[in-house]
């Protein structure tokens, strides 16, 4: 009568492959480097550069490190400030009114 043995050896070269655990790895790298991608598009309020719209972004709006993003036709442009306030003569050309909805009218004045 043969023993049996309760557990089975796997030592065939068939059933020992060192390489298909690293190809699976590979495989959940690169899904969860797409989720960083995607997540920080969408925590950064940038959707509209994943589209094929043109869009502009402004970011820290009215302060010394303004930045302006702006995509159109696929190319995405950055302008940033010069961190100075503007200086010389000029005269008023205009009124800007911002309704409740967020809106801003500018409303030109007539030349004298």
């Given at each position: 009568?043969?023993?049996?043995?309760?557990?089975?050896?796997?030592n065939t070269a068939e059933d020992i492959?060192?390489?298909g655990s690293l190809v699976n790895l590979f495989d959940v790298a690169m899904v969860f480097a797409v989720?960083?991608?995607v997540a920080f598009a969408i925590q950064s309020r940038m959707t509209e550069f994943l589209t094929a719209e043109?869009?502009?972004?402004v970011k820290n709006a009215?302060?010394?490190?303004?930045?302006?993003?702006i995509k159109k036709d696929n190319k995405i442009t950055r302008?940033?400030?010069?961190?100075?306030?503007?200086?010389?003569?000029?005269?008023?050309?205009?009124?800007?009114?911002?309704l409740e909805n967020g809106e801003v009218i500018y409303?030109?004045?007539e030349n004298k």
């Open positions: 009568m043969k023993k049996r043995y309760r557990y089975q050896s796997f492959d060192p390489m989720a960083l991608m043109d869009a502009t972004f009215g302060k010394e490190d303004m930045e302006i993003i302008y940033k400030s010069e961190k100075q306030t503007g200086s010389g003569k000029g005269r008023r050309v205009g009124i800007a009114y911002q409303v030109p004045e």
